[in-house]
């Protein structure tokens, strides 16, 4: 597909599991971002990638938070020890970031967690 | 510290009129300003952009306007349709640097 594509959907699970979410960028997109958007809430950043740079982690709420990038691809968006403020849905965008152009995000349909 | 500002939760509009939606920001850094529009169960979709050097930007129904001394900007969409009916995020960034920041949106409803 073309678009950004994030797995799984929907996930439910007990507090205290880890949860690991996954986001497929567009093909080329050198940046990758997370946002988290709470019930009622708008969308929060979370953490951005930018090619081989050092990730910018400064929205990440906790260390229970992490992700990963391998070059421009797939990334993964770990939690650990899942807390039940954690339930939201995890919205994954991607663009062509070369950081000086203003290029629009790209987001996928987002992970719906649940955490019981 | 929310740097955008998005103050009505929601808006209800009649179908044909226009829709005004409004958003103040405080960092004077931010000079690039996007709206996504948001459907329920998907991801936001970009609409319409304006960069600090303009005052205005068009884009078909959608036209958006810029006023730095104010720090205010607005979307407006003239007519108004049914399909227009979602939230709306503003959003901000400045130049170098990519990571944007999202108000919490405006819920938009176009009455047919």
């Known amino acids: 597909g073309a678009g950004v594509s994030q797995s799984p959907s929907n996930k439910v699970t007990e507090k205290g599991k880890d949860v690991e979410l996954r986001c497929d960028p567009i093909?080329?997109?050198?940046?990758l971002y997370w946002y988290r958007q709470r019930l009622g809430q708008g969308l929060e950043f979370l953490i951005y990638f930018q090619g081989n740079s050092a990730p910018d982690k400064s929205g990440l709420p906790s260390d229970r938070f992490s992700a990963e990038r391998t070059g421009e691809s797939v990334s993964t968006l770990t939690i650990q020890r899942t807390q039940q403020e954690d339930s939201a849905v995890y919205l994954c965008?991607?663009?062509f970031g070369t950081g000086v152009n203003n290029q629009p995000q790209h987001f996928g349909d987002g992970t719906r967690l649940s955490i019981l | 510290d929310q740097q955008v500002k998005q103050n009505s939760p929601s808006l209800s509009v009649q179908e044909g009129r226009i829709s005004i939606l409004n958003c103040d920001y405080t960092n004077s850094m931010f000079d690039y300003f996007l709206w996504y529009k948001k459907y329920p169960a998907e991801g936001p979709t970009f609409l319409i952009s304006?960069?600090?050097?303009?005052d205005k930007n068009e884009d078909g129904r959608f036209t958006v306007f810029l006023n730095k001394s104010a720090k205010h900007l607005s979307l407006h969409i003239v007519p108004s349709q049914p399909g227009d009916s979602a939230v709306y995020f503003c959003?901000?960034?400045?130049?170098?640097?990519?990571?944007?920041?999202f108000g919490i949106g405006t819920k938009l409803q176009v009455i047919p």
């Open positions: 093909s080329g997109h050198t940046a």
């Open positions: 959003a901000a960034k400045y130049r170098g640097y990519q990571k944007v920041t």
């Open positions: 304006i960069s600090s050097i303009k």
């Open positions: 965008a991607s663009s």
